[in-house]
């Protein structure tokens, strides 16, 4: 009950006072610090974490990372996952499984011509990264309905 994020100013909100929110009308919450979807592990027979506390609140859905990612990978993950979900209008898990597979699968090519406007420094960056690996793509889950 007392997993917490750290906000702005230094403020803290607490797995308790989420369960206390009612958070309604409210489709999805993304939780991109590190390990935000991980339970935790004083009680492990229960699954409490901050994406079933915003669930309880009234949250539709949490996608939340399970380890420290790169900014990166976080970065191009969660641009092409939001246009999966809101142009192309998938439903989050799948938008999110769609982003994934882009990521893991897409050659430097595709990934330069989707970010063409970006500056030279990010592209010096997504050359020189390999983005196959699981620890760039599949740290992120989606929780809900």
């Not at 191009?76 to 999966?84: A, E, H, N």
């Amino acid at each position: 009950m007392e997993s917490k994020l750290v906000i702005t100013n230094k403020k803290v909100i607490t797995l308790r006072h989420l369960l206390s929110l009612k958070l309604q009308n409210i489709r999805l919450i993304l939780l991109s610090a590190c390990e935000t979807g991980i339970p935790g592990l004083d009680l492990p027979d229960e699954v409490v974490s901050l994406p079933m506390g915003l669930l309880q609140a009234g949250v539709g859905g949490v996608v939340a990372s399970l380890w420290p990612v790169s900014d990166l990978s976080t970065m191009i993950l969660l641009t092409r996952f939001y246009d999966f979900w809101r142009k192309d209008g998938l439903e989050p898990a799948e938008a999110l499984r769609k982003a994934q597979i882009w990521l893991r699968d897409s050659s430097k090519r595709e990934k330069r011509e989707y970010f063409q406007d970006m500056d030279k420094e990010f592209h010096e960056q997504l050359l020189g990264t390999d983005f196959t690996h699981p620890f760039h793509w599949s740290a992120f889950t989606y929780t809900g309905v």
